[in-house]
Structure formats: structure tokens, C-alpha cells
């Protein structure tokens, strides 16, 4: 099974990594040429890092939104009328 080896992948990328990451990928959309080429050099890793890293992204939406996940910030206000 991969998961174990997408946990040591993922955990190798820095915060600051990842928020560069997520700002490459709204600004370079599916519609731009060589967007992974540009996502890789704003971000500082390789193109092969940025696509894996964005499939695992991809996976952990999927899992989150089939209630596989818990929300990290989720408040419990089940009692309230």
C-alpha cells in the first residue's frame, strides 16, 4: 500500500512549501502551458514532486468529502435550537 510512502512524501514538503503550492495552482490553471513546469519552479521542488503531491491532494479531498476525514476545525453544535 502507498499511503505510508505518501505520508513520508507529503511531510517532506514545508508549510511555507505548501501555501506556495496552492497559490501556483490558482494562479496556473489547467488552461496554461507547462503548468506543471511552472508550479514546480514557484514551489522549488520537481515537476514529477508537484504532480505527486497534487494527486495525494486530490485523494485527500476525495477521502474528506466522503466523510472519510474529519474536519481538523469541526465544532460540535449538535445541542443548539
Do not use: C
Not at 14 to 35: G, I
Amino acid at each position: 500500500e502507498t499511503s505510508s510512502s505518501n505520508i513520508q512524501m507529503a511531510s517532506s514538503w514545508t508549510p511555507r512549501q505548501n501555501k506556495l503550492f496552492e497559490s501556483a495552482l490558482a494562479k496556473f490553471d489547467r488552461e496554461t502551458p507547462d503548468r506543471w513546469q511552472n508550479i514546480a519552479n514557484e514551489v522549488g521542488k520537481s515537476v514529477e514532486d508537484v504532480k505527486r503531491h497534487y494527486e495525494i491532494l486530490k485523494e485527500d479531498i476525495r477521502r474528506i468529502e466522503h466523510g472519510r476525514v474529519a474536519y481538523p476545525y469541526r465544532t460540535n453544535n449538535s445541542n443548539s435550537n
